[in-house]
């Protein structure tokens, strides 16, 4: 199907799937992209001209000042926001061409998002946080059910499956979100500051799971000031400043 013939359209679950990554030459490409607000008259300029390369199985972190534009980047790449001029490519589909039908369905077949605080809904029990990106396959429901129990178990957490998340310490909560985030199996982690609200212990697991992710072949990206995130084996590491993305070498 080519992408023009996508918009406005309503986008079968497996059309946005990129199924065969052996054929994706970026995770994520950003060509000087830039993220303007405004605020009022006032102009804020968020991501300014960043220009990025991320390869599929790529451990990227970021760190930068609070307000230096981190949550904006992690947000344009993860479709939830977009760049105002540039491009942005998500394994190599121009993700900016597309309407907001095809950008959700999109981003939930590609991308797990991990929060700093979670976000987990307070509503649901950890397996119905785990299954609710699952909603657009039409697989029957206990298919559903038994993968997000072995997603839980991964994060040894599937003896907590019918927990609401106030009965969850942060640190499962963090957990959830992860098995959340590897939900429909994903290319791309998104990670927001996945350790900074967390105990030390907690901490560790989070960065346990993040690496083994990245063991499986995925694209992680991380924004963090968590120094032992950043010294992952491996890692790319970048700062962002006042919207400015520079590669450490
Ligand atoms: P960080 O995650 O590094 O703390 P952010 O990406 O959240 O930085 O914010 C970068 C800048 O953009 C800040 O000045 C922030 O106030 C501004 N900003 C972020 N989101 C919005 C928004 N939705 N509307 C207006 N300004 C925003
Ligand atoms: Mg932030």
Do not use: C
């Not at 369905?105 to 307070?122: C, K, P």
């Not at 299954?131 to 072995?150: V, Y």
């Not at 839980?152 to 009965?167: F, N, S």
């Not at 072949?217 to 400015?244: C, P, Q, W, Y």
């Amino acid at each position: 199907m080519s992408h023009e013939d996508t918009l406005g359209k309503d986008i079968p679950y497996d059309e946005v799937e990129v199924d065969d990554d052996e054929s994706v030459n970026f995770a994520v490409r950003l060509d000087n992209a830039s993220r303007t607000y405004f605020i009022g008259k006032r102009q804020i300029d968020a991501l300014k001209n960043v220009t990025l390369e991320i390869r599929p199985g790529d451990f990227v972190a970021v760190s930068g000042h609070s307000g230096s534009g981190k949550t904006t980047l992690l947000n344009v790449i993860g479709a939830i926001d977009y760049a105002t001029s540039g491009r942005v490519y998500v394994m190599d589909v121009p993700i900016g061409d597309y309407d907001e039908t095809f950008r959700a369905t999109f981003r939930l077949a590609n991308t797990g998002f991990i929060f700093q605080s979670y976000n987990l809904v307070s509503t649901l029990t950890a397996l119905e946080n785990v299954m609710f990106p699952m909603q657009l396959t039409d697989r029957p429901l206990k298919d559903l059910e038994k993968e997000s129990l072995d997603l839980l178990a991964r994060v040894k957490l599937d003896e907590r499956a019918d927990h609401l998340p106030w009965q969850l310490s942060s640190g499962e909560q963090q957990r959830v979100a992860i098995a959340r985030a590897m939900a429909n199996d994903p290319p791309i982690i998104l990670a927001d500051e996945p350790t900074a609200n967390l105990d030390a212990v907690s901490a560790e697991m989070v960065r346990e799971l993040l690496r083994e992710l990245h063991g499986t072949g995925k694209a992680v990206i991380t924004m963090t000031h968590d120094e032992n995130l950043v010294s992952t084996k491996g890692a790319r590491t970048f700062t962002m400043e006042n919207g400015v993305l520079s590669e450490n070498v």
